[in-house]
């Protein structure tokens, strides 16, 4: 009976002392599922790649993106936000993290009590743009021109509830202009449509604009953003313009289930602000038409606070519904 006893202890002591070993890993010790909420080949899939792949290489473990495409990002988030707070399963959300929660009468999760933000990893504005045929050469000029022509313009957007749909939005509100939304299915459709001067007026997303306000295929009036766009740093802000407190800007943003140890979202963390800072990185994401940000979590988590409010407003006041 005393050797079995002394086994016992034997066993336990190897047992505590494997655990102890196990507890000692430093983090990642295994493979790091990160989720897009989105299918493959979006601006958001596209960076999130980019800083897997940089995890990967800098912490020794692999960050593998799993796409979780369906209901506007629900699915994905709702699947991160029950995962284990343990930091091996990430979030790379877009503004979906913010507008969702009063674009939907239910969605599977609650946008702050069940994430942790790490970082807003990235931003990209969007801009106001029109077709070259019309007499409006700043935003001012375009506001007179509407007002003088009640219920005559509209502006095309890439989709209901998306960022540039909700700049729209709110741009009619603020200055209250009878101004018809026309929401198309993707960036592609909308820009055709204002190219062929069926929807004079359009607010899309940045990085598929682009080309076209170069070309000449398009006028750019303004940008969404606090800041000139380094994509097109002749067009003045919103702000410039004489329009204030219109900032919209497509965030790329990394979070975690909330719970998880700040160790590891400040491991985290501090990784992703070397990333972005890194020269090939910014020269990708400046590509992609986004600025790096890497913020802190808590500024993070205080733009999400700020943002839910403020897009669930336009929403309630713009009577916008997604069926």
Not at 37 to 53: C, H, K, L, N, Y
Not at 267 to 290: N, Q, S, Y
Request: glycine fraction near 8%; charge should be neutral.
């Amino acid at each position: 009976m005393t050797r079995v006893v002394r086994a016992l202890a034997a066993l336990l002591v190897c047992l505590s002392g494997f655990l102890a070993t196990a507890e000692a890993q430093p983090y990642p010790s295994r493979p790091v599922r990160v989720i897009v909420p989105f299918a493959p080949g979006g601006p958001t899939d596209v960076i999130a790649r980019i800083i897997a792949q940089k995890l990967s290489e800098n912490l020794g473990q692999q960050f593998v993106v799993e796409n979780r495409a369906g209901a506007g990002g629900n699915i994905g988030m709702a699947a991160v936000a029950k995962s284990p707070a343990d930091g091996y399963t990430v979030l790379v959300s877009s503004s979906s993290i913010v507008v969702n929660p009063s674009l939907y009468s239910n969605i599977p999760f609650d946008a702050i009590k069940d994430f942790a933000p790490v970082t807003y990893a990235a931003a990209s504005p969007n801009v106001l743009v029109v077709h070259p045929s019309v007499e409006a050469r700043s935003v001012r000029e375009l506001i007179a021109l509407i007002k003088a022509n009640p219920g005559k313009f509209s502006f095309a957007s890439p989709g209901i509830g998306t960022t540039p749909d909700l700049s729209g939005h709110l741009f009619k509100l603020a200055l209250g202009l009878d101004l018809v939304g026309v929401p198309f299915n993707g960036a592609g459709p909308a820009i055709t449509s204002t190219i062929g001067n069926q929807t004079p007026i359009a607010f899309t997303a940045l990085p598929p604009t682009t080309p076209h306000v170069k070309s000449g295929a398009l006028r750019a009036l303004a940008v969404t953003s606090k800041t000139r766009s380094s994509a097109l740093p002749d067009v003045p802000t919103l702000a410039e313009a004489g329009v204030a407190d219109q900032e919209a800007d497509t965030l790329q943003g990394v979070l975690v289930p909330a719970g998880t140890p700040k160790e590891i979202i400040d491991t985290l963390h501090r990784e992703i602000v070397k990333i972005v800072a890194l020269p090939d990185v910014k020269e990708r994401l400046a590509g992609l038409g986004f600025d790096a940000v890497a913020n802190r979590p808590d500024e993070f988590a205080a733009q999400i606070r700020a943002e839910i409010v403020k897009w669930g407003k336009v929403v309630k006041d713009a009577n916008i519904k997604v069926e």
